[in-house]
T-cell receptor, first 115, second 115 residues
Framework: DAGVIQSPRHEVTEMGQEVTLRCKPI?????LFWYRQTMMRGLELLIY????????DSGMPEDRFSAKMPNASFSTLKIQPSEPRDSAVYFC?????????????FGPGTRLTVL | AQKVTQAQTEISVVEKEDVTLDCVYE???????LFWYKQPPSGELVFLIR??????QNEISGRYSWNFQKSTSSFNFTITASQVVDSAVYFC????????????FGSGTRLQVQP
């Protein structure tokens, strides 16, 4: 079975540009998570969805960030406008609806560089 | 609030040595879940193990073993007879039964295994 798929794997853009990161969760998984990894803050949750509905977006840094999940097999994380401090690795993860503590499986990540 | 501490920032060993990675956690929940993930140089996050708070039995998987002690709030990870391929950053993470379903990650321990 395919794991979590993310695209692009690398993105280099200039400050002020819009960036869209994409994620396809593991088929059948009901939860989808977006995390960000930076040297300063480590791995931190941005937002997560249950059955395509955003449940907790308290980790989204500011209004420049938005995430959507239009269907069970696709999610996007958009940054508009991007800033150099947004440079990080963005991970998508998914898990089954199997009660609390269900294992989250991570995609390969998207390395974003904002110049 | 939940917290995970990995006090060892970096560990360097010579191949075939045993090495233990420490993880100490804080939570107010009585039901919680602990995880270890591996992040090799290629960057992806690989799930290694999940343990719930009611199961204090130690676990062994090949060269990997985990020691869970509720009395000291620790969930340590030991690699026996380390190999160069074990070189990676290892993250300990915690998920509580209530509240956010997100994983709270420690800051990670970078393990370098020298040939």
């Amino acid at each position: 079975d395919a794991g979590v798929i993310q695209s692009p794997r690398h993105e280099v853009t200039e400050m002020g540009q819009e960036v869209t990161l994409r994620c396809k969760p593991i088929s059948g998984h009901d939860y989808l998570f977006w995390y960000r990894q930076t040297m300063m803050r480590g791995l931190e949750l941005l937002i997560y969805f249950n059955n395509n509905v955003p449940i907790d977006d308290s980790g989204m840094p500011e209004d420049r960030f938005s995430a959507k999940m239009p269907n069970a097999s696709f999610s996007t994380l958009k940054i508009q406008p991007s800033e150099p401090r947004d440079s990080a690795v963005y991970f998508c993860a998914s898990s089954l609806l199997a009660g609390p503590g269900s294992t989250q499986y991570f995609g390969p990540g998207t390395r974003l560089t904002v110049l | 609030a939940q917290k995970v501490t990995q006090a060892q920032t970096e560990i360097s060993v010579v191949e075939k040595e045993d090495v233990t990675l420490d993880c100490v956690y804080e939570t107010r929940d009585t039901t919680y879940y602990l995880f270890w993930y591996k992040q090799p140089p290629s960057g992806e996050l690989v799930f290694l193990i999940r343990r719930n708070s009611f199961d204090e039995q130690n676990e062994i998987s090949g060269r990997y073993s985990w020691n869970f002690q509720k009395s000291t709030s620790s969930f340590n990870f030991t690699i026996t007879a380390s190999q160069v391929v074990d070189s990676a950053v290892y993250f300990c993470a915690l998920s509580e039964d209530t509240g956010r379903r997100a994983l709270t990650f420690g800051s990670g321990t970078r393990l370098q295994v020298q040939p």
